[in-house]
């Protein structure tokens, strides 16, 4: 049997699969296909959409829809007249703006694949509903199109399984021309008896961790396949592995390093403030900062500062525990990295529209914004959205009523926050006359280049002259605008 894995690109609040991340679900898929001894073969949306549309060369493409292409049009549409089943990836629940890559809806799935005669298969965090915008409800789809609509397809959710789908499923990397961070899995579901109100980690996972040999053993696959970015990033709390033991996290940050010599990233990402301060989160972010390299990131799921929010929606702590963690995390990692990054930052999530939520919500999130900056304390970056509602979460009890009442507000409050908080903020991150190391230089946008470094929430870099893509360049910063900044090419 032929089986193709279809990549429309995975959100969700514990991981990333949106280029230049590769997520977990099509690793796992590709080796419990393996395992079966079935041909095997990766294509993305990116792919579908230019065979359809032929919309720009792939030699010089500069639109991010169709950026990440596997391989010539004819091969794939010849890969998808002998696909016996096609297995779809697909879901964004925590939208973001990504530089260079659209994931696909439903919908557009669903047309792109009206043509292709086989057996289909739904899979990924759209089972559990899908929305690329935050604050709107999730798409209705046509599931009907599929044969089989299921989260847990080939048993790609079941440790036992994926302790051998993710060593065999790493050779899927070389059917990919592009460079890649690997998204990790060291757990799921939540440690919290009642999680927040809009999460869906809840109702997808229990809580369960992943082997130390298993995350190492996979690690090590991917490195002999060519992997050189890491991300152990699909989590809900990264603090919280295998119930915060600072002994496991050594052991497994000591074994990915004594292995992989030559690897160039190694971040985090989700972290619970709380979690950073318990007993045990002292030293492991001074574990962080010894083994990972600069640019790291661990993202603090605060989404309120408001304390009304913070007990409406239980969220993970309140204000006050938000700044100390964010203040222990810059203890040990504010100084420069090789990279010309800070070597570990928090950043924060807020989310407008949640329960409770009234115009003292922002007064009190500028409140402590401010007071973080005031304290010279630094932020890598401030996720803004509005929350998205799913079944089954407890804002679905309350419907988008909050959403409607104070949507003419959002953006308001979401420009004040990028120009009193994110601008003065870089200049604190990133100095003018900072040298950043490995720039990827990705899109063209006009005469402007626009490039990234690998790692956890890169920070990206323009500058005002078409350099050659894909290629990596040290880049000194110049000036800052609201989330982005300006550089000048020094290599």
């Known amino acids: 049997m032929v089986a193709t894995i279809l990549d429309a690109y995975t959100d969700e609040p514990s991981g990333l699969g949106v280029p230049p991340y590769l997520g977990t679900y099509p690793r796992y898929l590709a080796g419990a296909l393996l395992e079966k001894n079935e041909r095997v073969f990766y294509l993305t949306i990116d792919d579908l959409r230019f065979l359809k549309y032929k919309t720009v060369k792939k030699s010089n493409t500069a639109n991010k829809a169709v950026y990440n292409l596997t391989r010539g049009s004819e091969e794939v549409n010849q890969i998808l007249k002998k696909t016996d089943l096609l297995i779809v990836n697909a879901g964004v629940q925590t939208p973001g703006k990504y530089l260079t890559a659209v994931p696909g809806t439903l919908n ?124 152990l990033g699909k989590q809900t709390s990264f603090y919280d592995y295998q ?111 949640l329960k409770g939520e009234t115009e003292n919500t922002h007064k009190e999130n500028m409140k402590w914004l401010q007071k973080i900056l005031d304290n010279n304390l630094m932020l890598r970056r401030i996720n803004i959205r509005q929350v998205t509602i799913f079944p089954e979460t407890k804002m679905a009890e309350v419907g988008n009523k909050v959403l409607k009442k104070n949507r003419k507000y959002y953006y308001k409050w979401r420009r004040e926050i990028r120009e009193k908080i994110d601008y003065e903020m870089l200049k604190h991150v990133v100095p003018a006359g900072t040298m950043l190391k490995d720039v990827r230089m990705e899109a063209h946008e006009g005469n402007v280049t626009y490039g990234r470094q690998f790692g956890a929430y890169p920070l990206i870099v323009g500058v005002k002259k078409r350099l050659e893509l894909n290629r990596f360049y040290d880049v000194k910063i110049i000036s800052h605008m609201l989330r982005s900044v300006v550089g000048e090419i020094v290599n």
Request: charged share 25%; proline share 3%.
């Open 108 to 231: 557009e799935i669903i047309r792109l694949l009206q043509d292709v005669k086989c057996k289909k298969i739904l899979t990924g965090p759209a089972v559990y509903g899908t929305q690329l915008f935050g604050g709107k409800k999730a798409e209705k789809f046509n599931l009907d199109f599929f044969e089989e609509v299921n989260f847990n397809f080939l048993g790609i959710n079941e440790y036992d399984k994926i302790s051998k789908y993710a060593v065999a499923g790493a050779e899927i990397v070389a059917q990919m021309p592009y460079q890649i961070v690997a998204e990790i899995e060291t757990g799921k579901g939540c440690s919290r008896k009642i999680g927040c109100s809009f999460c869906t980690e809840p109702i997808k996972n229990k809580l369960e961790y992943r082997k130390r040999e298993d995350i190492v053993a996979e690690i090590k696959a991917l490195y002999d396949s060519g992997v050189r970015y890491f991300r």
């Open 243 to 353: 119930h915060g033991s600072v002994d496991e996290i050594e052991l497994l940050f000591k074994e990915i390093r004594d292995y992989c010599h030559e690897i160039k990233v190694l971040h985090i990402d989700n972290a619970d403030p709380v979690h950073v301060l318990r007993k045990g989160g002292e030293e492991i972010t001074e574990l962080i900062v010894k083994y990972c390299t600069s640019g790291n990131v661990a993202a603090l799921g605060i989404e309120s500062f408001d304390s009304n929010v913070f007990k409406e929606n239980n969220l993970n702590c309140p204000p006050e525990i938000a700044f100390k963690a964010i203040e222990l995390i810059n203890k040990y990692g504010s100084f420069r990295g090789s990279n010309g990054m800070p070597q570990f930052l928090p950043g924060i999530n807020l989310i407008y529209g």
